[in-house]
């Protein structure tokens, strides 16, 4: 299995074809989606530097678009909004035809960098719109839609499916049941596209879910819980996360349940034998510990609906900050990073985290406190932390300290910690919440080591930063 990229050889070689298809094979295999995004984008320059190479090799041609296609659909979340609106209109049976869960993660990370719902909902409908004009074939026979035979489209499975249910209502047992008793869907040969169908019907079902709902927010929300404990809240849902941050997938909320109807914990109980009382109390009926879920729900949803509400003046003012930089400094990353430099001092919340934000999508602002004009300023925030994490040490040691682990990502955290602390010093929760959006580019731009700068505590409702602790003598943020 090809691992590198390939460079100067000849494109009209079936070798190299075959190398570079075998070195997309190893980037699905390891989901390396910034190398995808990158021969995404190289690959076509290389093709139109070869004289007439399409009109010339017109079978190569086609097969590296093949690669190109799929390069892009790995690194979809990379992509510009057109380009990935494209996918879905004439690609869309190769997204749900690849044994890929992830792909509409990945679309999903792309709609939470931006800013506001409206503008997450109005690429959504863009997305349907897209969907709706898919002339990509589904299954070899006819389908029947409104009594009439039709070409099996994906525009036309989608219009069965509409004839039949109301998509728009997220009804998902309905939508299984209009799924297992479809004669078009019985009628497949293939098991592959009764497959494609069903995750049509679910992205489409999915996309119609406003962002504004918590169901349809898209990026988990690390909160605090009234017992102390750091949990996700996903999909409308809690769910535990362990020390690592990365999210189980199993949902919490049986314990509480449990709790709340009085058995305790196994170190908390009396009795001798726990499982006793878990079975005992696992017998409560089903209709109860519903409601105490839809009760615990509702209420984790309002607060954090509430939270997120409270922001979004906060996020038109960056907005609009954001705008006016792009409009005189365009993308030029040097002279932004210059201008954030001298705005430091000025601490103008909007105004600095919307050269965070501008710096974050162009990839510049993991690396902005290694630059040094940045490192200066930063020096001594570090050296304080250090010396109240390493009493132990003296200045000299601190600052060497410093000066030998200065490239570890969590000095960018620390950064962007300080940097928005004192913008914020009036509204630490308006800071953190800050970051909380800068988290949603770092998830799409696969920086994950960037993210945990922050939490929503559900006991206080409101943002707050993370710990900044010593473990194994390397700073962190908890």
């Known amino acids: 299995m090809v691992k590198e990229p390939i460079k100067n050889i000849d494109y009209t070689k079936k070798e190299t074809l075959k190398k570079y298809q075998d070195y997309l094979e190893y980037l699905y295999t390891f989901d390396k989606y910034k190398d995808a ?211 189980k997938k199993e949902f919490d909320i049986a314990e509480k349940i449990l709790i709340k109807y009085g058995y305790k914990r196994k170190e908390e109980s009396n009795e001798p034998e726990a499982k006793t009382s878990l079975k005992k109390e696992t017998e409560k009926t089903d209709r109860e510990k519903d409601k105490a879920l839809k009760k615990e729900t509702k209420n984790i949803q309002d607060k954090v609906k509430r939270s997120l509400g409270k922001y979004q003046e906060l996020m038109r003012g960056i907005n609009n900050e954001e705008a006016n930089i792009i409009k005189s400094s365009g993308q030029n990353s040097e002279k932004i990073k210059l201008e954030l430099f001298d705005n430091i001092k000025e601490n103008n919340g909007e105004n600095l985290s919307a050269y965070l934000f501008i710096l974050s999508r162009l990839r510049e602002l993991k690396n902005i406190n290694k630059e040094e004009k940045f490192k200066d300023i930063f020096k001594q925030e570090i050296i304080l932390l250090l010396k109240k994490q390493m009493p132990e040490l003296d200045e000299q040691k601190q600052i060497s300290k410093f000066e030998e682990n200065f490239n570890h990502p969590i000095y960018t955290k620390i950064f962007i910690k300080y940097l928005l602390s004192k913008a914020f010093s009036s509204d630490k929760s308006a800071g953190s919440f800050v970051a909380t959006q800068l988290e949603n580019i770092f998830m799409a731009l696969n920086q994950k080591e960037l993210l945990g700068l922050a939490y929503f505590d559900l006991k206080t409702e409101n943002y707050k930063w993370a710990e900044t602790s010593l473990e194994n003598g390397q700073l962190v943020l908890r």
């Open 37 to 247: 995004y990158a021969m995404a984008r190289a690959l076509p320059n290389i093709l139109s530097k070869i004289d007439n190479f399409k009109e010339k090799y017109q079978s190569f041609y086609k097969s590296y678009q093949e690669v190109i296609k799929y390069a892009k659909i790995l690194s979809i979340n990379f992509l510009k909004e057109e380009e990935i609106i494209e996918l879905f209109r004439n690609n869309l049976f190769e997204i749900l035809d690849i044994d890929f869960p992830e792909i509409y993660e990945k679309v999903k990370t792309k709609i939470s960098t931006l800013m506001f719902f409206e503008d997450r909902d109005a690429l959504k409908k863009k997305l349907i719109a897209a969907i709706q004009e898919n002339n990509q074939k589904v299954g070899e026979e006819e389908i029947v839609v409104n009594e009439k035979s039709t070409e099996p489209t994906i525009k036309d499975w989608l219009r069965d499916c509409q004839i039949n249910m109301d998509l728009k209502k997220n009804d998902a047992l309905s939508l299984a049941a209009f799924i297992n008793n479809s004669k078009n869907i019985q009628n497949l040969k293939k098991e592959r596209d009764k497959i494609i169908i069903s995750k049509l019907y679910e992205i489409y079902n999915n996309l119609h879910i406003s962002s504004s709902s918590m169901e349809g927010l898209e990026r988990k929300i690390t909160v605090i819980d009234k017992n102390g404990v750091k949990r996700v809240f996903n999909n409308g849902r809690m769910e535990k996360i362990n020390v690592d941050e990365k999210t």
